[in-house]
């Protein structure tokens, strides 16, 4: 079992930053892949990012390349999405998910535990 808890979420400006972190428990966070992914109001949740399980590939939407970037601590079971240049269509609720094995996917169905998600609102 993995115990995800997001935090970081807030109200920002466009054009700012923020950086989201999920907390997970359990031993074996170090052979998940871990997600991010968001639900803006009235939408699907969609993919934002991706990495494996030692951090060596990652992976993004297009609509947050260049801008979002996804890290992870092993020792500290951690989880980070740095969120720069941030803009309204940002603005959701963002959730971290945990995929047991060694490989990544943009695909929420697999993913075997999520977090209860944090808000992000971004003000024009």
């Given at each position: 079992?993995?115990q ?14 923020l ?5 997970a ?38 609509s ?30 963002y ?14 169905y ?5 977090g209860?998600g ?7």
């Amino acid at each position: 079992q993995v115990q995800l808890v997001e935090s970081g979420g807030g109200l920002v400006q466009a054009g700012g930053s923020l950086r989201l972190s999920c907390a997970a428990s359990g031993r074996t966070f170090s052979s998940y892949a871990m997600g991010w992914f968001r639900q803006a109001p009235g939408k699907e949740r969609e993919f934002v990012a991706v990495i494996n399980w030692n951090g060596g590939r990652t992976y993004y939407a297009d609509s947050v390349k260049g801008r979002f970037t996804i890290s992870r601590d092993n020792a500290k079971k951690t989880v980070f999405l740095q969120m720069n240049s941030l803009k309204s269509e940002d603005t959701a609720v963002y959730y971290c998910a945990a995929r047991r094995g060694y490989s990544d996917s943009s695909h929420e169905y697999e993913y075997d535990y999520w977090g209860q998600g944090t808000q992000v609102t971004v003000s024009s």
